[in-house]
């Protein structure tokens, strides 16, 4: 999985551009698929929040960024419930044990964490290795944090799928329903 964030990141890196089109080596509607689009977002996403910072940043352009990305995160979150699904069929006809524990977090939810943390590892991996001494020693003590977190991650993702699988671990979905949204939940945006 964290193969397929990696080449993702690059792949977007080859243009650099939040407009740039996905262009997933996938077949549509494949797990794969699933997971190229979430990291792809999430890509877009971290740059998106990087146009909206500089300080002299035009104020009607920061709106559109935030209403994009404000779009973003509800595309990510949609993803991510997506994958859970692939995960609740994975999992459906699996026997929980009598002492099966609840997961407080759903597969997904780590999957969204390993994704971020694929973006780190490769900013950070680039800012260890520009700027001076300071700033390469300071990032690459970050990018080795950053490299411990990826394998306790990662290892915690299989070893959570394999508690599922062996019906040690039982996972429930509780969609996030996001308000801020939703014309008809937003108080904002019904009173109009």
Not at 3 to 20: G, P, S
Not at 38 to 67: F, G, M, N
Not at 79 to 86: A, F, G, K, S, T
Not at 110 to 119: F, P
């Given at each position: 999985m964290?193969?397929?964030?990696?080449?993702?990141?690059?792949?977007?890196h080859?243009?650099?551009?939040?407009?740039?089109?996905?262009?997933?080596?996938?077949?549509?509607?494949?797990?794969?698929?699933?997971?190229?689009?979430k990291?792809?977002?999430?890509?877009?996403?971290?740059h998106l929040?990087?146009?909206?910072?500089?300080d002299?940043?035009?104020?009607?352009?920061?709106?559109?960024?935030?209403?994009?990305?404000?779009r973003?995160?509800?595309?990510r979150?949609?993803?991510?419930?997506?994958?859970?699904?692939h995960?609740?069929m994975?999992?459906?006809?699996?026997?929980?044990l009598?002492?099966?524990?609840?997961?407080?977090?759903?597969?997904?939810?780590a999957?969204?964490?390993?994704?971020?943390?694929?973006?780190k590892?490769?900013?950070?991996?680039?800012?260890?290795?520009?700027?001076?001494s300071?700033?390469?020693?300071?990032?690459?003590t970050?990018?080795d944090?950053?490299?411990?977190?990826?394998?306790?991650?990662?290892?915690?993702?299989?070893?959570?799928?394999?508690?599922?699988?062996?019906g040690?671990?039982?996972?429930?979905?509780?969609?996030?329903?996001?308000?801020?949204?939703?014309?008809?939940?937003?108080?904002?945006?019904?009173?109009?």
């Amino acid at each position: 999985m964290y193969a397929l964030f990696e080449r993702q990141i690059i792949e977007y890196h080859k243009t650099d551009n939040v407009d740039a089109p996905q262009n997933c080596p996938f077949q549509e509607g494949t797990f794969e698929a699933i997971l190229w689009e979430k990291s792809w977002v999430d890509t877009v996403q971290w740059h998106l929040e990087d146009l909206i910072r500089p300080d002299d940043v035009d104020p009607v352009y920061a709106l559109q960024l935030k209403r994009r990305i404000d779009r973003s995160n509800q595309h990510r979150t949609d993803l991510v419930e997506r994958i859970d699904d692939h995960y609740m069929m994975l999992f459906k006809d699996v026997a929980l044990l009598p002492d099966a524990v609840l997961n407080t977090e759903t597969p997904a939810w780590a999957v969204d964490r390993l994704s971020i943390l694929a973006l780190k590892i490769y900013h950070f991996s680039i800012e260890a290795n520009r700027g001076d001494s300071e700033h390469r020693a300071k990032c690459q003590t970050k990018l080795d944090t950053l490299l411990t977190q990826r394998e306790d991650l990662s290892s915690a993702i299989d070893q959570l799928l394999a508690d599922l699988a062996a019906g040690r671990r039982r996972m429930k979905l509780y969609r996030q329903m996001k308000m801020y949204n939703d014309p008809s939940l937003n108080p904002s945006l019904y009173k109009k």
